[in-house]
């Protein structure tokens, strides 16, 4: 069955393509779909700006289509970045002055208050136009600089376990990740 992502972020894209083709599904993103609409994020949630863009997309193709908004929430900032894990900072900043704005942020922070998680909400419309919405979390905590070379986004300084995202393997950060519990809780709802 054909399923557009909706979104263009290769990350997620190859991630997702990962963890749903094997279901059977035929994933493309937006790009590959040939949509070239920028869907305003302007909800104050995960679950409202996931819900945003997959109805945006699902009202343009009638296709079956998957939207997600995850993020980073650390608790010695209130939850910040949280929603706005992706627009942090100023607009020029990239995802490594993402991060390291991050750091600076956290400085003063001692080890035991590093604590945060990656959260992701999928909102999933099927052809006929039911929807479904599913969160994944993924606790850990926040390193003091970046190490690895893998993932992208804030992966460098989170910690799960005793590495970074970005130090884990692809296969091991797909099967525990934030997306990967979303996806879980999504095919259980599929099936």
Do not use: W
């Amino acid at each position: 069955m054909k399923l557009i992502i909706a979104s263009n972020n290769k990350g997620k894209i190859k991630e997702f393509k990962k963890l749903l083709e094997p279901m059977g599904y035929e994933v493309f993103s937006q790009r590959e779909a040939d949509i070239n609409i920028e869907v305003e994020e302007n909800g104050t949630t995960f679950e409202e700006n996931a819900a945003i863009k997959a109805r945006a997309i699902f009202k343009l193709t009638g296709c079956a289509t998957l939207a997600d908004d995850s993020g980073i929430s650390v608790d010695a900032l209130d939850g910040a970045p949280g929603v706005y894990s992706a627009r942090y900072g100023t607009p020029d900043l990239d995802d490594e002055g993402r991060t390291a704005l991050l750091l600076k942020e956290m400085q003063n922070v001692p080890d035991d208050k590093r604590t945060a998680r990656y959260v992701a909400v999928i909102h999933f419309i099927k052809e006929n136009g039911e929807e479904i919405s599913v969160r994944g979390e993924c606790e850990g905590k926040i390193g003091y600089e970046p190490v690895g070379e893998n993932g992208f986004g804030y992966d460098p300084v989170f910690i799960y376990g005793d590495k970074t995202f970005a130090q884990h393997t692809e296969e091991f950060k797909n099967s525990v990740s934030h997306r990967a519990n979303a996806l879980k809780k999504l095919a259980l709802k599929l099936a």
